[in-house]
Each structure stands twice: as C-alpha cells, then as structure tokens.
C-alpha cells in the first residue's frame, strides 16, 4: 500500500496518515475524523476512510498479540 496516497482531497489526508491515526489508539471512524478531518467535509472519501480505519485497527492489534 501507497501510505503517500492521499485517500481525502479535502483535507489532503493520506493512507500514512490514517494509519498514524489508528496506531496513536483511534480505533473507529469517528475516532479517526476527530484526529485527522478526513472524510468530515464532502465526506466522498468516507467509505475509503472506514475500511482504511478497519484495515489498520486488525493490523495493529494482530502486531500486539
């Protein structure tokens, strides 16, 4: 995965920065959308930013276990 990729144009959010998010303990959308705007303005991007947040929530707890 491109982690420079930016998955929200409106707020320039990339794939990296998701995953930062989701390693700093966010662990749901919303939780996401407080720590780095994405998916909060036109809210296009809102179903990428959702698997993204699943994608590196299993990641992440795989990798503490």
Known sequence: MNLDKIVCN???????????????????LEEVQDATGAGTVCGTCRDDVQRLVEQFVKERDSKNN
């Not at 409106?10 to 749901?28: E, L």
């Open 10 to 28: 409106c707020m320039s959010i990339t794939n990296g920065m998701i995953k930062d998010a989701v390693y700093a303990g966010a662990s749901s």
